[in-house]
């Protein structure tokens, strides 16, 4: 069962993890000893994997950083929101005029009523859940970008080990045609088309590299380490997205999403300013008290006591009481809005997924198995002279385009569990 967390972040420690190997090549001219196939192995692999990517971005984004720090900011907000108003002390002397002087000491206290401050702390305190939950929605978009970063750079990766391999069996492939044409039993124009087969060859992995590069460069980034180097990633295109497609149920998921929680607590955040903005009318009452001494001997002690009132004859704050109720329809519109969204989301990233996986599922169990006999098939033919150079070159061509195209379904079939994780905010991936 997957887990979602709504307000956890912290650091992991780099280490080694498994790495599993799984295209397989066997082209070449069986003139020419046959290479060792890429297969699925359980040979230990040294890289960084996505968990330890993840933790070091949990503990170096500036985004979380500024999202945690708006967090005890509206704490603090919040906490001050219900400090009753302090006292205030006065003195002097009302008259000074020999044995008449009066001196005095006083003290006076505003009483809030209506429980005006309870409300202030209560709209304030919405704040703080708001900012929590956009702390959660700044994570869960941190762990979609990284974990969608990640996998374009281990699919450039995997691409980049798929070439090199072209590189090396089309090279082979060359080397061979030029040496039947030199014994004569090949003419130039198979020598040429092996050559153009090796340039463009050479060329696709050098923009894959460079792509490679650019993809690592941009993990990094994303994850607030512009310095770190990255030398090899370690992961499992194949890994199966099941368990977090079956986990995304677009109507159970909606309403607990960080955005839409942050919306509705908007809505009763409003709700207290409203009710906040109509008891505003009503007056608080300062008291004022004191005591005064008195020169004249009669008359040394006198107390004072004093209260006054604010009446609402002019100002009875409609237009900020109108204002609020439209703040509170605007805020309830916003979770609708908010909601249909996430769901618009939600929807695109399942389709994307469906059909990637369809992809996927066919490349791996028809589309590659069928373009790996084929070449199998033309090695056999071509040995005993049954087929020439451009059929075999083409079986080639279309195993190497079946296999670069398994890397993009696989490839876009993470990238959408992505986007469904971080919407649902599951927490383990894959």
């Given at each position: 069962m997957m887990k979602?967390?709504?307000?956890?972040?912290?650091?992991?420690?780099?280490?080694?993890?498994?790495?599993?190997?799984?295209?397989?090549?066997?082209?070449?001219?069986?003139?020419?000893?046959?290479p060792?196939?890429?297969?699925?192995?359980?040979?230990?692999?040294?890289?960084?994997?996505?968990?330890?990517?993840?933790?070091?971005?949990?503990?170096?984004?500036?985004?979380?950083?500024?999202?945690?720090?708006?967090?005890?900011?509206?704490?603090?907000?919040?906490?001050?929101?219900?400090?009753?108003?302090?006292?205030?002390?006065?003195?002097?002397?009302?008259?000074?005029?020999?044995?008449?002087?009066?001196?005095?000491g006083a003290l006076s206290q505003e009483i809030v009523t209506k429980h005006k401050l309870r409300?202030?702390?209560?709209?304030?305190?919405?704040?703080?859940?708001?900012?929590?939950?956009?702390?959660?929605?700044?994570?869960f978009e941190l762990l979609t970008t990284v974990r969608r970063s990640f996998v374009t750079a281990l699919a450039a990766q995997r691409r980049t080990e798929v070439l090199t391999r072209l590189v090396e069996i089309t090279g082979k492939s060359q080397q061979a045609a030029q040496r039947l044409q030199q014994a004569g039993e090949g003419t130039r124009s198979d020598s040429l088309l092996f050559e153009i087969e090796l340039e463009k060859a050479e060329l696709g992995l050098e923009n894959n590299e460079a792509r490679w590069q650019a993809s690592?460069?941009?993990?990094?980034?994303?994850?607030?380490?512009?310095?770190?180097?990255?030398?090899?990633?370690?992961?499992?295109?194949?890994?199966?997205?099941?368990?977090?497609?079956?986990?995304?149920?677009?109507?159970?998921?909606?309403?607990?999403?960080?955005?839409?929680?942050?919306?509705?607590?908007?809505?009763?955040?409003?709700?207290?300013?409203?009710?906040?903005?109509?008891?505003?009318?009503?007056?608080?009452?300062?008291?004022?008290?004191?005591?005064?001494?008195?020169?004249?001997?009669r008359l040394h002690n006198m107390a004072i006591l004093q209260a006054s009132v604010p009446l609402p004859l002019w100002n009875r704050n409609e237009g900020n009481i109108a204002a609020a109720q439209a703040e509170v329809n605007r805020a309830e519109a916003t979770v609708e809005q908010v909601q249909n969204e996430i769901a618009k989301q939600m929807a695109d990233a399942v389709g994307r997924y469906r059909i990637a996986d369809q992809q996927a599922k066919r490349y791996a169990d028809r589309i590659v198995p069928k373009a790996r006999e084929g070449v199998k098939i033309m090695q056999e033919g071509f040995a005993q002279g049954q087929f020439d150079f451009l059929r075999l070159l083409q079986t080639q061509r279309a195993l190497v385009e079946a296999n670069l195209g398994y890397i993009d379904a696989l490839e876009t079939r993470w990238l959408a569990a992505a986007d469904l994780a971080g919407l649902a905010q599951i927490e383990a991936f894959p």
């Amino acid at each position: 069962m997957m887990k979602r967390r709504t307000f956890v972040h912290g650091l992991g420690a780099i280490a080694g993890s498994l790495c599993t190997q799984w295209f397989a090549f066997p082209l070449t001219l069986a003139a020419e000893p046959l290479p060792a196939p890429i297969i699925a192995t359980d040979e230990v692999a040294h890289g960084t994997t996505l968990e330890e990517l993840v933790a070091l971005a949990e503990a170096s984004s500036p985004n979380l950083r500024q999202a945690a720090a708006d967090v005890e900011a509206a704490r603090g907000k919040a906490y001050q929101a219900g400090l009753y108003p302090n006292p205030t002390l006065s003195g002097g002397g009302n008259q000074i005029v020999g044995n008449q002087s009066q001196y005095f000491g006083a003290l006076s206290q505003e009483i809030v009523t209506k429980h005006k401050l309870r409300l202030d702390r209560a709209a304030a305190c919405r704040e703080v859940y708001q900012a929590e939950q956009i702390f959660v929605k700044t994570r869960f978009e941190l762990l979609t970008t990284v974990r969608r970063s990640f996998v374009t750079a281990l699919a450039a990766q995997r691409r980049t080990e798929v070439l090199t391999r072209l590189v090396e069996i089309t090279g082979k492939s060359q080397q061979a045609a030029q040496r039947l044409q030199q014994a004569g039993e090949g003419t130039r124009s198979d020598s040429l088309l092996f050559e153009i087969e090796l340039e463009k060859a050479e060329l696709g992995l050098e923009n894959n590299e460079a792509r490679w590069q650019a993809s690592r460069r941009q993990l990094v980034a994303n994850m607030g380490l512009r310095d770190l180097t990255i030398e090899r990633l370690v992961g499992n295109l194949k890994e199966s997205m099941d368990g977090v497609a079956q986990q995304v149920l677009l109507d159970g998921y909606v309403p607990h999403n960080a955005a839409v929680q942050s919306a509705e607590h908007g809505v009763e955040r409003n709700r207290f300013l409203l009710q906040r903005a109509i008891v505003q009318p009503f007056p608080n009452i300062t008291v004022y008290s004191g005591y005064q001494y008195q020169i004249e001997p009669r008359l040394h002690n006198m107390a004072i006591l004093q209260a006054s009132v604010p009446l609402p004859l002019w100002n009875r704050n409609e237009g900020n009481i109108a204002a609020a109720q439209a703040e509170v329809n605007r805020a309830e519109a916003t979770v609708e809005q908010v909601q249909n969204e996430i769901a618009k989301q939600m929807a695109d990233a399942v389709g994307r997924y469906r059909i990637a996986d369809q992809q996927a599922k066919r490349y791996a169990d028809r589309i590659v198995p069928k373009a790996r006999e084929g070449v199998k098939i033309m090695q056999e033919g071509f040995a005993q002279g049954q087929f020439d150079f451009l059929r075999l070159l083409q079986t080639q061509r279309a195993l190497v385009e079946a296999n670069l195209g398994y890397i993009d379904a696989l490839e876009t079939r993470w990238l959408a569990a992505a986007d469904l994780a971080g919407l649902a905010q599951i927490e383990a991936f894959p």
